[in-house]
């Protein structure tokens, strides 16, 4: 017998329950580098100086930041129209693919409308490969997990055949594109802010960073503040009602999926028009994976994928300078912190909030 749901205050859910989460899960990865034989407390302070101390560190973070912002948000679009869409990294590869055929293909526009044109086709391209398993559900009761895994696997092996075949670059030993035309790279950050006075060391950190703000408000406004939202939100929460009140559920799914799919394309973006400047084997890296616990984490809600993505953000840069300065705590022990954020974000947040509710219930009750 499953227990009741625990209801919560919104700002209790959004952020309190995960605030808790980290800190349970921080001090378990402090009993883990205890076992090491090295002392958590430096350990900390090495992996937040390394994160935040310096500009450089600084620009970094918010650079994985960017991605896992963009991955998060698609991830959590998809969980309020109640589907697990971990096909974030197929469908950031299929972006870039997209982005990629589009920058080549007509290489000649001007600059002002080539990196939108670059930016529109790869949130198609992935907006494309998402609706493919939100209409197999939809229409064909194919589950939007398993069909989101198989075309992980179908991405993976597209670009490898077209950087090798199609879109390759002549004479290149690498599995790459030729250089997009400069009118279609982002901005580099140091670049970007430099006529306003503030220098800036040069990182990965572009204008792609003011695209994932927008996404944030954006998704905020479209799940909160339009008929659409509504809709989502109601056929995640029941769908037989959503019917009832005249909601098509297939129509949502598929719009639900392909708008994740859009948002998954935003790490292509980051990717390969702001940092690689040509579309290169692997780009994605992982971070479409990282996106689900961002998610999770963020309890679905932008300013929580936003505080989340920056969480994740921190372990990356900071977890790099750690394991210079103690190699003892190598990266994969910053792979396992991440993997016990998980844990207690996902699969012990029912606990959390269990605990959580009865210390407010005390609270009020005292009040």
Known sequence: MSAAPVDLPRWADVALVPLVSVAAALLVAGLVVVGIGENPLEATVLLLRG??????????????????????LAVAVAF????FNIGGEGQATVAGIAMAIACLA????????????????????????????????????????ITTIMLNFVAAALIVYLLREIIGKPGSMQPETPDFPAGAILTPMHQLLAPFG????????????????????????????????????TVGANPRAAAYAGISPATVTMIAMAISGALAGGLAVNEALGVQHRLVLDFTAGYGFVGIAVALMGRGHPAGVGLAALLFGVLYQGGAELSFDKPAITRDMVVVIGGVLVLFAGALDGLFRRAIATVLRVDRGAA
Do not use: C, D
Not at 209 to 230: D, E, H, N, S
């Open 106 to 145: 007509v290489p000649a526009l001007p600059g002002f409308l080539a990196a939108p044109f670059a930016i529109l086709a790869a949130a198609a391209g992935g907006a494309a490969y998402a609706f493919i398993p939100g209409w197999l559900q939809a229409k064909r009761g194919s589950h939007v997990v």
């Open 51 to 72: 994160a935040l101390g310096t500009a450089e560190g600084i620009g970094f973070t918010l650079y994985y930041a960017t991605n896992f912002i963009f991955t998060g």
């Open 80 to 83: 309020h129209a109640g589907l």
């Open 198 to 233: 503030f220098t800036l060391p040069a990182t990965p950190l572009n204008s792609a960073f003011f695209l994932a703000l927008m996404a944030l408000f954006a998704v905020w406004l479209l799940i909160w503040r339009t008929r659409l939202g509504y809709a989502i939100r």
